[in-house]
């Protein structure tokens, strides 16, 4: 008897612990983010919660009974508490219908080293997925074509998912981002000057895409789209979700094919002639992709988790050149197969207490490999073959702590180990390059009542060493001290100010050291350069924020060690190749004004005005070179009667100034209509970019001996199709994405 009363006792014990877990929702069915749930024990509270965006919450504990309260609602008492409880809240009928109280949700908020877009109800009538959502950002901007998202005075973005970076090429970021509802997101961080705890790669600029986290089951997310010009282009990408209690499960996949024709006009004086080229080059690509993450919930306080990811791609590419120059022609047919892969594994572990401390462990490995052949036939001269592969191997160890305390003061540090070996040849030519890089960083902060402030400090230590079967390149060993500071000033609710000042190093791409050169037709070569010196950037940041929607962002940088193509003349022949150029002064004016025109009809205009200035010995002479410039861009959306939607977006960009490169002015008008269906989770759209086809490369070169126009036309006027479908279960936590050790080194294998 003894024995069956106590396993009733455990029994009854663990029916009592067992989770209660809810969505609330209207009478319309539309979830009811923010309800108040209070659990009672006899009539004693015992814990408060609040719904999420998708009106669900979820609850350990004992309870005898729930009360339910949403403002504008009838309170609603429970006393059956079970799991995936659907509770309907009735409207409060008697409520005062003579006051409305109407209060506008912030877009924009300023922290003290970033700026945030919280997905509530405002951000979800501007965006319908992560890309929309970051499209909304000041100095955002992402491509016509949906494939590339820049930043304004950046020459990098690095895409994170809560905290892990994302190793993919452009177009499948963007497609990923787009395969990502709203709904699912809790935020978006946006951090144009990066603190001391971020591997960052010189003008590099973060995105971190923040997820809601999920209980279980099972979700999905499946975009295709397609688009023609010219060519073809077809993305299909899914994204899926699945949470069964400690273990959290995602996965995505995606297949890119398509082509892509530009062709240019090239005028090049070259006393007493003039060389005239016609040149046509058309890329082909397939490239399938998938990722793996999944993360274990050992206990409350400490998470396992892993990576595994394979991005592959086959390419295909012809390029064929007319030149002229005096009575002299040349038809040269050059095509090139590539065939190429990156491998990637990730072990995590990660420690949080509600005490303020947190602890992280990264454990990384990355493989490369790329194998390429490029055939050249010229009229009357021998044909030129390449036989090319690149290996590259990345191993990373990388930790993290950090301890936030009651007044608010947060101490962040940690360290970072990372082995690099790069195997390159070009039929019986070696390079073998080799880098270890060990890095220590701390910050401290603190927010206190108008203020706020962080001060950082990263050191790195870099050993590198390149070997060819001709020479070795001697022994590199440097150490850098890397500081950032950030001050911020909120004098009241609707006005915040943001100081921030960092250095960063930039280390060149591992493709852009090999010592390997190629003709590209006979008055056209390129090579690498194995003695590429580090660049340095210094940059000043000031950030104005008016009512969390209308910000101002002023930023100079200082790049010394600058390295871009240059070029280089032998005879007739031009020969381009990377070397640190110049030093180059930038300065940015970025505005960001959203405007509510009617309840149907959002706008979002851009504003960005700059100047840069290059001063630096080339080959031709002494550079001093400097250009104002300015883009303008406005985006609208439209809600038409029976769920459609229209956008509209234009954006002119005027010409400026690159090293010797003066890059003439464009254009670029675009149109698409949307409509949803299947209870708001799908959506069909057709869309053209480009309508007047106003979009073009135009440069001109004018620079001691180097004079010549190349004016380029590209595949820019696209039809557009695309479907997107959510389905499954909406509350499944969804895996959580971690940051590894080597984003900084696969970034640059520029590939």
Known sequence: MKTILLSLFFFCSLNAMAQITGTIYDEKKQPLPGAVIRFYKAVKPVKTLLTDNQGYFAYSGTADYMVVTYTGFLTDTLKRLTTDMLIQLNPDTKALKEVSVISRQPIIRQETDRSVISVNAQVKKLADNGLDIVNLAPGITVSDNEDMITMSGKSEVQVMINDKVVKMTARDLAKMLKAMPSGNI??????????ARYEVNGNTGIINIKTIGVNKGFRGNVDY??????????DLSTLLNYGAGKLAISGYGAWHSGGYLTQNTKMRQLYPDMINQQTSSLDKWSDPVFRITADYAASRNSTFGGVIERESSTN???????????????????????????????????????LGTEFTVDLDRADFYKDGSIELVTTSQPSLNYQTTTGISISTIKADYTHSWKNKLKLESGFKIAGVRTDNTQDENLFHYYENIRA???????NKGHWGWQLGLRAEQTEAKGETSS????????????PSAYFTYAPSSKHHLRLSLSRRIKRPNYNDLQPFSYVLDPLNQQTGNPLLRVQRNDQVELTYTFDDRISLISTFMHMADYFNTVYRQSGSILIEM??????????????????KITKWWNMLNKLNVGNDHFTGELFQGKLDQGKWRYQLSSSQRINLPGKYQLQLSGRYTSASQNLIYL?????????????????DQASLRIGISDIFKTQRQYTIVNFGSLQYTDFGTFESRRISLSFNW?????????AEERRGGNADEKGRSGS
């Open 186 to 195: 809790k935020q978006v961080e946006f951090l144009s000057n990066p603190p």
């Open 225 to 234: 789209s397609t688009s023609q010009s010219n060519h073809n282009w077809t």
């Open 316 to 354: 295909t590419g012809s390029y064929d050149t007319y030149s002229q120059q005096g009575a002299n022609s040349y038809q040269t047919t050059s095509r090139e197969l590539s065939v190429r892969h990156w491998n990637t594994y990730n072990l995590n572990y990660r420690y949080s207490d509600t």
């Open 440 to 446: 220590v960083y701390s910050s401290l902060s603190q």
């Open 471 to 482: 020479f070795t390149k001697p022994d590199t060993s440097y150490i850098n001290f890397l």
């Open 578 to 595: 990377p070397a640190n150029a110049s030093t180059v002064n930038t300065l940015n004016f970025d505005l960001n004004y959203p405007v």
């Open 663 to 679: 890059q003439q002015s464009s254009a670029n008008a675009s149109a698409s209509i949307s409509r949803k269906f299947f209870n």
């Open 726 to 734: 959510r389905f499954g279960n909406t509350k499944v936590r969804q």
